[in-house]
Nanobody
């Protein structure tokens, strides 16, 4: 059984930064495709970044340059660094672990990010 625990969210002023963490237990993240998704109120859950088992990272165009995904396999933790936060970044951020790129995988409970002055 794979369990994911996100942390690091909070209330941040526009222009601020956050680092979200996703601690994984049960399987090593080095064999998995790891994703960060976000879901704003009333909207669907969308992927924003991913990292492959080989360490290749992908960030969606809409947040490229502000979001960065990384991992620490010794801590079995994946991170999402967010810079220059904007009100439209307000959402619940979720971590996803999947062994196959088309699998549904496992989800964490999410961490709330609120960007407001």
């Amino acid at each position: 059984q794979v369990q994911l625990v996100e942390s690091g969210g909070g209330l941040v002023q526009p222009g601020g930064s956050l680092r979200l963490s996703c601690a994984v237990s049960g399987r090593p993240i080095g064999i998995a495709y790891m994703y960060w998704y976000r879901q704003a109120p009333g909207k669907q859950r969308d992927s924003v970044a991913s990292i492959s088992p080989g360490g290749i990272t992908t960030v969606v165009n809409s947040v490229r340059g502000r979001f960065a995904i990384s991992r620490d396999t010794t801590k079995n933790t994946v991170y999402l660094q967010i810079e220059d936060l904007k009100p439209e970044d307000t959402a619940v951020y979720y971590c996803n672990f999947r062994l196959g790129i088309n699998d549904l995988g496992y989800w964490g409970q999410g961490t709330q990010v609120t960007v407001s002055s």
